[in-house]
T-cell receptor
Framework: KQEVTQIPAALSVPEGENLVLNCSFT??????LQWFRQDPGKGLTSLLL?????REQTSGRLNASLDKSSGRSTLYIAASQPGDSATYLC?????????FGTGTRLLVSP | DTEVTQTPKHLVMGMTNKKSLKCEQHMGHRAMYWYKQKAKKPPELMFVYSYEKLSINESVPSRFSPECPNSSLLNLHLHALQPEDSALYLCASEQGEEAFFGQGTRLTVV
């Protein structure tokens, strides 16, 4: 059974810091990995999708990497802003469904 | 347009009521999903529809009944729910690899 863990569970930083969020999964047989953002009580917003054959993806201040062999992904957020405050979820896709990680709650203070 | 629309946004229902949640997408996606999310937990898969046919039921109680009337619409019919069914219900659609989520329906069972 695929298990996905995210570290840290919570993170509080001042504005402007560069951040690294970690995601690890137990089974490397995945089609892709997706990073999402979730604001309190809201739905999920897709941030980045990394195909299983890819090593990384970039969008603006966000960069995500994937190492399938070690079962790890990282989400790098450059120059964090208060608007980045949210819960960040990674999800792997073994087959026809997403298995979500436990999430990292991020608070960026002005 | 990468929008998945869910209605209603909020729903309060009694344990003897029958209600339905609705999800709509016009991206031509052929896979649609229902997820359930409890507070401070990651989303958990309930159902998957592929090409309008139910392909995955994650052992969901029969008081939840999904329906896919056409390729753009996904319903979740609710009957005789329990207070522990109170949660955020998320709909998602997917074409190829990337999943897109709606804003969710916050369900409270009283």
């Amino acid at each position: 059974k695929q298990e996905v863990t995210q570290i840290p569970a919570a993170l509080s930083v001042p504005e402007g810091e560069n951040l690294v969020l970690n995601c690890s999964f137990t089974d490397s047989a995945i089609y892709n990995l997706q990073w999402f953002r979730q604001d309190p009580g809201k739905g999920l917003t897709s941030l980045l999708l990394i195909q299983s054959s890819q090593r990384e993806q970039t969008s603006g201040r966000l960069n995500a990497s994937l190492d399938k062999s070690s079962g790890r992904s990282t989400l790098y957020i450059a120059a964090s802003q208060p608007g980045d405050s949210a819960t960040y979820l990674c999800a792997v896709k073994p087959f026809q469904k997403l298995v979500f990680g436990t999430g990292t709650r991020l608070l960026v203070s002005p | 347009d990468t929008e998945v629309t869910q209605t209603p946004k909020h729903l309060v229902m009694g344990m003897t009521n029958k209600k339905s949640l609705k999800c709509e997408q016009h991206m031509g996606h052929r896979a649609m999903y229902w997820y359930k999310q409890k507070a401070k937990k990651p989303p958990e898969l309930m159902f998957v529809y592929s090409y309008e046919k139910l392909s995955i039921n994650e052992s969901v109680p029969s008081r939840f009944s999904p329906e896919c009337p056409n390729s753009s619409l996904l319903n979740l019919h609710l009957h005789a729910l329990q207070p522990e069914d109170s949660a955020l219900y998320l709909c998602a659609s997917e074409q190829g690899e990337e999943a897109f989520f709606g804003q969710g329906t916050r369900l409270t069972v009283v």
